[in-house]
């Protein structure tokens, strides 16, 4: 896929490899989020100074602190007066910036839920979207246990509150960014069971495929469990 812009579109994957970095803190105290960023783009053979913009200064211990703040509210299960917070808090984040949100109510083996997918919008100047997603909900077979997601649904949210840090005020010189938190990703069931599960992104795909905007979708990047002490980086060939 053409990008207009190598070092734009390369911030982004660089940032995972930030956040990551972050889990393991006398590494990131030692090295600092910028030296983070050099390393980052060095193995991944994008040279900001062949690039036509500059790669954004991504602040990794801010995005590991909205983690731990996510984390801080518990299980976060869709219906959940938790759950309600970490919308709160997001949106929060998001004041002032082109946010629309898509609510709608599900029906489920489990019930009636309100589900809200959150989307920020960051214009560009070329005719097309990349969307960068997260789910922020948590497991809800797991409501009643201990189980945060700190790793699943938080680690990523977070990083996208941080992008849309470095998006905010500024009108990129490719496409449109769009940060999307979808929300009721986990399965109502264990194991994983399709029909009620990704209730979020599947409304929005018909949403989307009705009015349009599908078409204009130039990338779909989906980050999910980025925050894993041990995370495991596949290199496909």
């Known amino acids: 896929m053409n990008f207009p812009s190598r070092s734009r579109c390369a911030f982004f994957l660089i940032a995972c490899f930030v956040l990551i970095a972050c889990t393991k803190q006398n590494q990131v105290a030692a090295a600092g989020p910028e030296q983070n960023i050099g390393s980052a783009i060095r193995a991944l053979n ?4 062949s690039a036509d913009t500059v790669v954004p200064t991504f602040n990794a211990n801010r995005a590991f602190q909205y983690t ?3 984390v801080a509210f518990g299980p976060r299960p869709i219906g959940s007066a938790n759950h309600k917070k970490v919308e709160d808090f997001i949106l929060s984040h998001l004041n002032g910036d082109t946010v629309e949100q898509d609510a709608f109510t599900i029906d489920s083996t489990e019930g009636k839920f309100p589900v ?4 920020a919008k960051f ?3 070329r005719d097309g979207i990349i969307v960068i ?6 497991n809800w077979p797991l409501r009643d246990t201990s189980y945060v997601g700190a790793n699943d649904g938080a680690s990523s949210s977070a990083l996208l509150l941080e992008i849309a840090n470095q998006l905010r005020g500024t009108k990129g010189d490719g496409y449109s960014v769009w940060l999307l938190w979808d929300d009721a990703e986990e399965s109502m069931r264990l194991p994983w069971y399709d029909p009620e599960s990704l209730y979020g992104v599947r409304h929005l795909a018909q949403k989307w495929q009705d009015d349009g905007t599908l078409k204009k979708i130039k990338a779909f990047i989906l980050e999910d469990m980025i925050g894993d002490a041990d995370l495991n980086i596949e290199h496909e060939t």
């Open 68 to 70: 731990k703040e996510i």
């Open 133 to 138: 997603a997260s789910h922020y909900d948590t």
């Open 116 to 119: 809200r997918n959150i989307i």
């Open 123 to 125: 214009a560009g100047t």
């Open 46 to 49: 994008l040279s900001p100074s």
